[in-house]
């Protein structure tokens, strides 16, 4: 047998808690089991068809499938139109770039700006990329902490001077995965001031503004003065517009850090594949009711959710916006990774745990907004018959 060895970063990384749960559902289903998995956000929605129908089109062209190498006018065109027309924000050619998914975007950014042993701050809880981006360059993730008494919302007075002097970047999300919170004008007023003080980066990862409830309007971080002097903003359009799978986003802002992201982004690839890019042009400049509508559903299932759960004893909050639930453990309970176990034993609830998003995150559990109304009240009453709340 051969004894490798592998890099100290790699070795960090152990088996993520949806395979965990992925291998126990398995086992589940093979006894027959009824499931209600609400651990993974993936759209259960389709993607509307006059993107899908862009995407094919273009995919039967077999001047397509050359390296794109740049990101072609009518896509530019189409962001421009979309970001005024959605946020009322003006963006030049030099301010837009394509990036294959956020997730890949958020760890490779790093790259672009940060050396080994540069500070970046991330929030706790958070999304997990968040943090392993920074650190798979050798950056220091340093977590702001978030509570819910404060809306989930950090208090950047609070970030030590020494911290936030050595801070290349901030990293901030609303609506935020896990805690379902959104931000009001006043805080993003603030960051700006903060980060021009202490000449820190802000990344703002706008993965749902478009998936906001209570009547709220999502918004963009570069709606707001002085936004594009001190950072970048990511899009999504996987939840918006359901797809997940195409790895579509942009990055969108402060033309320093486009260039320079450009610039290290060259080195892993050759562009977006063309039909992608046909794809987000008819996703941005075609009709946007089905995003509105969606919106909508997905509310619905949050209300169904968190009502059903509240009238059985669970005293779960609605979320503010996300395509999740934000819920605290029932009846006293302090490890969110067993009472996973646990509920999915029990009810076949399947849940993401906590702790899976920092240490704040521990005494709650994630839920995922994947299933229409009536198996939403279904997995409420499994969870009722099987007596965990006490």
Not at 370 to 384: D, F, G, S
Request: proline letters at 6%; glycine letters at 8%; charged letters at 20%.
């Amino acid at each position: 047998m051969n004894h490798f060895t592998f890099s100290d970063r790699a070795m960090k990384f152990q088996a993520g808690i949806f395979a965990i749960l992925d291998e126990k559902k398995r086992m589940l289903q093979k006894e027959g089991r009824t499931i209600y998995n609400l651990s993974v956000g993936t759209p259960d929605f389709p993607a509307p068809s006059h993107i899908t129908r862009a995407v094919s089109l273009a995919a039967q062209d077999a001047e397509n499938y050359k390296y794109s190498l740049t990101d072609r006018p009518f896509l530019i065109r189409a962001v421009q139109q979309f970001y005024q027309h959605r946020f009322s924000v003006s963006l030049e050619e030099d301010e837009i770039m394509t990036i294959s998914g956020s997730q890949e975007g958020m760890a490779h950014i790093a790259l672009a700006l940060c050396d080994p042993g540069d500070l970046v701050l991330v929030p706790n809880p958070g999304y997990p990329i968040f943090s392993i981006g920074p650190q798979l360059c050798g950056a220091e993730a340093v977590t702001y902490d978030l509570y819910p008494e404060n809306g989930y919302l950090p208090d950047l007075d609070a970030i030590p001077e020494e911290i936030a002097g050595r801070a290349k970047y901030i990293l901030v999300s609303y609506p935020l995965n896990p805690v379902c919170a959104a931000a009001d004008d006043a805080f993003y007023v603030r960051l700006i001031e903060w980060a021009e003080k202490h000449h820190v980066i802000v990344i703002h990862d706008n993965a749902y503004s478009d998936i906001i409830f209570g009547g709220r309007t999502g918004k963009s971080f570069l709606s707001y003065p002085g936004a594009k002097k001190v950072g970048v903003e990511f899009y999504s359009l996987s939840k918006s517009y359901n797809m997940t799978g195409a790895r579509t986003s942009l990055v969108l802002g402060n033309r320093e850090i486009v260039k320079v992201f450009r610039d290290v982004r060259s080195q892993f690839d050759y562009g977006m594949f063309l039909p992608l890019q046909y794809g987000i042009a008819a996703a941005l400049t075609g009709p946007q009711d089905s995003v509105k509508r969606q919106c909508a559903d997905y509310e619905e299932r949050m209300k169904t959710l968190c009502g059903s759960l509240r009238e059985i004893g669970w005293d779960v909050p609605d979320s503010e916006g996300t395509m999740f639930v934000w819920a605290p453990l029932p009846g006293g309970r302090k490890d969110s990774t067993a009472f996973t176990m646990e509920l999915m034993e029990k009810t076949g609830v399947i849940v993401t745990p906590g702790a899976s998003f920092g240490t704040l995150g521990e005494g709650y559990v994630r839920m995922a907004l994947v299933l229409p109304p009536e198996k939403m009240k279904a997995a409420a009453e499994a969870i009722r018959q099987s007596d965990i709340i006490g």
